[in-house]
């Protein structure tokens, strides 16, 4: 195993994007809502409202307090006892206190939200470092009940996943959503004990081919026989063959390239761990560890 310096692809990506991605490397973004008319956000504890682009403290948060946002103009407007305020700037982020969590769409978040107004509607973006994005992840992709290897498997193919994808909605200034589109996220309230733990256990580890992160798709079931990246998306990858995917009796659910998520659990079950039952899905893959700086 050795390390990839995640500070030359990020610096790749914002060369090909425009640098429309200015963040710290360890950090990823997600789009929670987008191009909404408003939105409703509290925190756990105070939180401060900083203009992104002057960073001027503009309002302070009162704990455990709903705030609905909108839409004004080309600006961003705030509901404060009753009564909307105008926030002169199109783009916010809203920091709790150390310890604090966010609340948007009914659920809680660690990191940080970003708010944009980009003229067609706010955009809610969650800034989060990569390895609390994976939290949020894995239980949302795939039961808490689960076997622990299975967990530890798709960690690394979700981590895998978002780092070969950072800048694939960078129109609407995020890199993924928080659908199953890319991968299912549902922030610090979807965490458990277990999960969390299969996250840390796998902490920086990703699969390459070539010496590049692979976009480690996966589905729920393939219904016993995986597809190849050609049966599906016309293009040939050495990493992604057909291969028996330990899943029969689970109605096929999803593209059915990569890992089966059923065919992963029930691998765990037979006693494979998570580098097994990686290996096993993905061929002709190798290991490799995020340098610490950019995930810490």
């Not at 309002?59 to 839409?71: I, P, R």
């Not at 004990?193 to 299969?198: H, K």
């Not at 050609?230 to 890992?259: C, I, R, Y």
Request: proline fraction near 3%; include cysteine.
């Amino acid at each position: 195993m050795y390390y990839i310096d995640m500070g030359k692809i990020r610096a790749l990506f914002i060369f090909l994007l425009l640098a429309v991605f200015i963040q710290p490397c360890f950090a990823i973004k997600i789009g929670l809502q987008t191009q909404v008319n408003k939105t409703f956000i509290g925190a756990s504890t105070k939180a401060e409202i900083i203009d992104c682009k002057t960073n001027k403290l503009l309002f302070v948060m009162d704990k455990m307090k709903g705030y609905e946002f909108k839409t004004y103009k080309k600006i961003i407007a705030i509901k404060v006892d009753g009564k909307f305020c105008k926030i002169n700037s199109n783009k916010i982020v809203i920091k709790p206190e150390a310890s604090g969590f966010v609340s948007v769409k009914r659920k809680w978040y660690r990191g940080h939200i970003e708010l944009i107004n980009d003229g067609l509607g706010l955009t809610v973006i969650n800034d989060i470092p990569i390895e609390m994005y994976l939290r949020g992840v894995v239980p949302s992709e795939m039961p808490s009940s689960w076997e622990h290897e299975a967990h530890k498997a798709q960690a690394i193919a979700a981590r895998s996943y978002a780092l070969a994808n950072l800048g694939k909605r960078g129109k609407y200034g995020y890199d993924l959503k928080d659908t199953p589109e890319d991968q299912a996220y549902g922030g610090a309230s979807a965490e458990t004990a277990g999960t969390n733990n299969a996250v840390t256990e796998t902490e920086g580890i990703v699969l390459i081919y070539n010496g590049k992160i692979i976009p480690a798709f996966y589905s729920a079931s393939a219904g016993g026989q995986t597809r190849s990246s050609g049966q599906v998306w016309t293009k040939e990858l050495a990493w992604l063959k057909s291969v028996p995917s330990f899943d029969e009796g689970v109605k096929k659910n999803g593209h059915g390239v990569g890992m089966s998520q059923y065919g992963a659990n029930n691998l765990a079950k037979k006693g494979y761990n998570a580098y097994q039952i990686l290996k096993y899905f993905y061929a002709n893959t190798k290991w490799a560890k995020i340098k610490p700086e950019y995930y810490k």
